[in-house]
């Protein structure tokens, strides 16, 4: 469910003609919608409300300020992995307590940064990175709260890339390595073992990997409480799948009533890390057609986005639905009605730079302006400057209001941080 809809032919996001933010910021433009962020959190709540869970906004899926601070005022909190997503959390106003620091990757300047601030945990992934915040804590004088990040090796079925809990995946601390680590936790006098954690994949589309991971991560929680430990956390991660073409994931009350027995009555703080559900279809692409060329017997229509902008399809394979701005056709992915196919690209010099590939679109002319949907997740936070691209702005709509929460870049932003050698070299 999302707040983008055509009204008498004309794609608004709830209550804005998308064209009116076109005409005054041009494309591409990414355009977000304020009551669908909300709505999907309240929807998530809703699912797990019995097991009354932290829920800690996964800010890689979107980090605009803008977007954070929907989710702090929604009460959320979040859950970071680098020193950048913990400045743009506080930034919006994150109530620290409620931070969790996820990642194989945590460097020293990083661990210190989340210690200054008082985040709630560390999931740790690694023995040496338990070993490091012990040390960087003693340096201190204090004890830091982590959980262990487990690799339950399940795999989630979802693209080889996306794909974080089997046991060849760089993420986590095996069931075995976690017991023995807790078994001789005197090692790391300075850090307190409170709590588990999985993140098995994205964008996961049936509830199965979870309750088995679920399950198995329970019985390593019963030998550390045995050690005397107080596992009190129980992180169980993001992953929850969204709708792209419409049909392949599941509601968030279908992936709850597998979740919540399981975990219900036992005990545990639950912590819960979306994304994608958040915000994946509370955002579009706008951009308009530059040129439609016919070639081969293709209709490739070039558009002003590529894949600096959106690098889901190139990277993943992904698939999103591209229909446009303006029409009285009702949205079809069938290939066997009238409408012809086409490649839908961008001016990125690859062959490699493609929104979808034979895509059945209405005739479109240049200028026209379409729109890439499920475009609010792992989009903007995965574009990139490439051909010397200024990366689109981002506007926020609420009702009927609208504002530019990010401008495009400039040229002069391209080159900002870069200078001139000494003359001498
Ligand atoms: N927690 C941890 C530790 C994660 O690594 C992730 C995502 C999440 C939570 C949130 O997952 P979500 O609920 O959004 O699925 N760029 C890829 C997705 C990469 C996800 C990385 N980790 C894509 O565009 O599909």
């Known amino acids: 469910m999302d707040y983008f809809h055509y009204r008498s032919g004309r794609l608004h996001a709830e209550d804005v003609d998308v064209d009116e933010i076109a005409a005054s910021v041009g494309t591409p433009v990414y355009i977000y919608s304020c009551r669908t962020i909300e709505l999907h959190i309240e929807r998530f709540r809703e699912a797990f409300s019995a097991l009354s869970p932290l829920v800690c906004y996964s800010v890689k899926a979107n980090s605009n300020l803008a977007v954070l601070r929907i989710c702090a005022a929604a009460g959320t909190g979040f859950d970071i992995v680098s020193g950048g997503e913990l400045f743009r959390a506080l930034r919006a106003g994150a109530d620290a307590s409620k931070i969790v620091y996820s990642g194989v990757g945590k460097t ?3 661990i210190e940064q989340a210690l200054d ?8 992934e690694s023995q040496a990175e338990l070993e490091a915040i012990s040390a960087i804590a003693a340096t201190r004088g204090t004890t830091v709260d982590v959980s262990l990040r487990i690799n339950p090796d399940v795999d989630a079925h979802t693209h080889e890339f996306t794909t974080t809990g089997r046991a060849r995946d760089k993420f986590g601390i095996a069931m075995e390595d976690a017991e023995e680590l807790a078994q001789r936790w005197g090692d790391f ?5 409170i709590g ?3 993140h098995i994949g994205s964008q996961i589309t049936k ?9 198995k991560v329970l019985v390593l929680r019963d030998a550390l409480l045995r050690l005397g430990h107080e596992i009190r956390y129980f992180d169980i991660g993001g992953g929850f799948g969204i709708f792209y073409r419409g049909g392949e994931a599941i509601p968030a009350a279908d992936f709850a009533s597998a979740i919540v027995p399981l975990v219900e009555g036992k005990g545990l703080d639950v912590i819960l890390e979306p994304g994608r559900f958040i915000v994946g279809n509370a955002g579009i692409l706008l951009t308009s057609v530059i040129y439609v060329k016919k070639q081969s017997g293709k209709r490739f229509v070039i558009c002003d986005a590529a894949m600096n902008d959106l690098v889901r399809p190139s990277m993943y394979g992904a698939y999103h639905r591209i229909w446009p701005a303006r029409t009285h056709m009702p949205f079809t ?10 490649d839908v690209v961008g001016p990125v010099c690859e062959s490699g730079d493609f929104m979808a590939k034979g895509r059945p679109l209405p005739r479109v002319e240049e200028g026209e302006r379409l729109s890439i949907f499920a475009a609010g997740a792992y989009a903007m936070t995965m574009a990139s400057n490439y051909n010397a691209r200024p990366r689109a702005p981002e506007v926020m709509v609420d009702g ?3 504002s530019v929460v990010r401008r495009r870049e400039t040229f002069e932003d391209l080159i900002r941080p870069e200078e001139e050698p000494p003359a001498e070299i």
Not at 189 to 193: A, S
Not at 207 to 215: D, H, K, Q, R, S
């Open 196 to 198: 588990l954690d999985i």
């Open 117 to 124: 601030a008082g985040i709630l945990l560390f999931n740790v």
């Open 189 to 193: 006098p300075n850090c307190r073992l």
């Open 333 to 342: 992915a069938d290939e066997s009605v009238d409408t012809p196919l086409a």
């Open 108 to 110: 020293a300047a990083e």
């Open 400 to 402: 009927a209001s609208w």
């Open 207 to 215: 509830p199965g990997p979870y309750a088995l991971a679920i399950e």
